[in-house]
C-alpha cells in the first residue's frame, strides 16, 4: 500500500527544468515591433494583474515595475502599494533590487529568472559568471525581443515583490496575453482591410461664365 501513487506528493520541478522553460519562454514571445504606447499598455497590464491577485489584495504585498529600453530609457515606471515601513509595503531597496535586476538582462541578454535557476542547475556562482556588484539574480525581469532581430533584446520588463518565481511568472504571462491580443488585432485588420480613404469631395465648377459659341 505505500507505492499508491494516489498519495504520491507532486515532485517539482528542477532548476535546470525552471532554466530550460525560462529559455523556451524567451525564444517564444517575440514582438513584430514595439513601441513606447506598447509599453505604457503593458506597463498598465501588469499594474492591473497584480492589483486583481491575492498577493496584493489578501496578503497586502507591494509591486514595483519598470519597462526600459536595452539603453536605459525609461517607458513605464509605476508603484503598486505605498512606501513604507510595514510588511508588504515597497521600499527604495525595491527599487534597487529592480535595477540590479534588469543589469542582469543587459549583462547575459536573458531573463534574470532563467539566470537564477541556470546557475542553480550548473553550480555556478555569480563571480564565475562575471554577474557581482550591483546585480540581482531575482526572477521578475524578462527581455523584449523583436522577431527579425535576433541579435539582442530592444528592451526589458521587470517587476519586483520579493517573489522570483511569481514575479517571473506575472511578467512572461502578461507578455504572452499582450502577445495574443497582438495577433488578434492583426488578423482582424487583414481581414478587414486597410481603411479606406474617403474620396475628397469635388470642386464645383462655375459655369455662369461660359458661352457656347455656335
Given at each position: 500500500?505505500?507505492?499508491d501513487?494516489?498519495?504520491?506528493?507532486?515532485?517539482?520541478?528542477?532548476?535546470?527544468?525552471?532554466?530550460?522553460?525560462a529559455?523556451?519562454?524567451?525564444?517564444?514571445?517575440?514582438?513584430?515591433?514595439?513601441t513606447?504606447?506598447?509599453?505604457?499598455?503593458?506597463?498598465l497590464?501588469?499594474?492591473?494583474?497584480?492589483?486583481?491577485s491575492?498577493?496584493?489584495?489578501?496578503?497586502?504585498?507591494?509591486?514595483?515595475?519598470?519597462?526600459?529600453?536595452?539603453?536605459?530609457?525609461?517607458l513605464?515606471?509605476?508603484?503598486?502599494?505605498?512606501?513604507?515601513?510595514h510588511?508588504?509595503?515597497?521600499?527604495?531597496?525595491?527599487?534597487?533590487?529592480?535595477?540590479?535586476?534588469v543589469?542582469?538582462?543587459r549583462?547575459?541578454?536573458?531573463?534574470?529568472?532563467?539566470v537564477?535557476?541556470?546557475?542553480?542547475?550548473?553550480?555556478?556562482?555569480?563571480?564565475?559568471?562575471g554577474?557581482?556588484?550591483?546585480?540581482?539574480i531575482?526572477?521578475?525581469?524578462?527581455?523584449i525581443w523583436?522577431?527579425?532581430?535576433?541579435?539582442?533584446?530592444?528592451?526589458?520588463?521587470?517587476?519586483?515583490?520579493?517573489?522570483?518565481?511569481d514575479?517571473?511568472?506575472?511578467v512572461?504571462?502578461?507578455?504572452r496575453?499582450?502577445?495574443?491580443?497582438?495577433?488578434?488585432?492583426?488578423?482582424?485588420t487583414?481581414?478587414r482591410g486597410?481603411?479606406?480613404?474617403?474620396?475628397?469631395?469635388?470642386?464645383p465648377?462655375?459655369?455662369?461664365?461660359?458661352?457656347?459659341?455656335?
Amino acid at each position: 500500500m505505500f507505492n499508491d501513487t494516489r498519495y504520491a506528493r507532486p515532485v517539482p520541478p528542477s532548476d535546470a527544468e525552471l532554466a530550460t522553460k525560462a529559455l523556451d519562454e524567451e525564444a517564444s514571445y517575440r514582438f513584430p515591433s514595439f513601441t513606447a504606447n506598447d509599453a505604457v499598455t503593458l506597463g498598465l497590464s501588469l499594474r492591473k494583474r497584480f492589483r486583481s491577485s491575492s498577493r496584493h489584495q489578501r496578503l497586502g504585498k507591494g509591486l514595483v515595475i519598470s519597462i526600459q529600453t536595452i539603453v536605459g530609457h525609461t517607458l513605464f515606471s509605476c508603484t503598486v502599494g505605498d512606501l513604507g515601513t510595514h510588511a508588504g509595503d515597497v521600499s527604495l531597496d525595491s527599487w534597487a533590487c529592480l535595477e540590479g535586476m534588469v543589469a542582469v538582462v543587459r549583462r547575459t541578454g536573458h531573463s534574470s529568472f532563467y539566470v537564477e535557476k541556470g546557475m542553480g542547475a550548473t553550480g555556478k556562482t555569480p563571480k564565475q559568471l562575471g554577474i557581482q556588484g550591483d546585480f540581482r539574480i531575482y526572477g521578475g525581469a524578462f527581455p523584449i525581443w523583436l522577431e527579425n532581430a535576433p541579435c539582442c533584446p530592444i528592451a526589458v520588463v521587470a517587476c519586483y515583490s520579493g517573489s522570483s518565481a511569481d514575479d517571473h511568472h506575472m511578467v512572461v504571462t502578461s507578455i504572452r496575453d499582450y502577445l495574443a491580443k497582438m495577433a488578434e488585432k492583426t488578423r482582424e485588420t487583414s481581414i478587414r482591410g486597410p481603411p479606406r480613404s474617403m474620396p475628397s469631395p469635388g470642386i464645383p465648377q462655375d459655369t455662369s461664365s461660359v458661352s457656347t459659341r455656335t
